[in-house]
């Protein structure tokens, strides 16, 4: 899907619609050393089987797309909840 890399939209520290420039959002790196992360890893080794079950068919064939969208006034940043795409390209818009 091709998305434009502005869009005009609600920012709500303006409290009006500005233009915000739109990103694909990428998670940073785990950390190691989190107490999630030291629970995981505990729970993972040894001789017995995996956590869970390791899945054999899959039923979505997508991922969810979060967006990163940043208000070209002020700064602020905010996410547009995941989008179910195989592919997306952010585009300049169309005059």
């Known amino acids: ?3 434009p890399k502005a869009i005009r939209t609600y920012c709500p520290r303006c ?8 990103q694909v959002y990428k ?3 785990r950390r190691s050393m989190s107490e999630g992360q030291r629970r995981y890893e505990r729970k993972q ?3 017995g089987s995996k ?5 054999k068919r899959y039923a979505k064939v997508t991922k969810k797309v979060v967006l ?5 006034t002020c700064g602020y940043k905010r996410h547009i909840l995941g989008i179910r795409l ?3 390209e952010l585009v300049e818009a169309a005059r």
């Open 51 to 55: 956590r869970r079950p390791e899945q």
């Open 1 to 3: 899907m091709k998305f």
């Open 15 to 22: 409290n009006t619609h500005t233009l915000h420039s739109v």
């Open 45 to 47: 080794e040894g001789y």
């Open 27 to 29: 998670h940073g790196q």
């Open 86 to 88: 195989k592919k997306i």
């Open 68 to 72: 990163k969208i940043q208000c070209r």
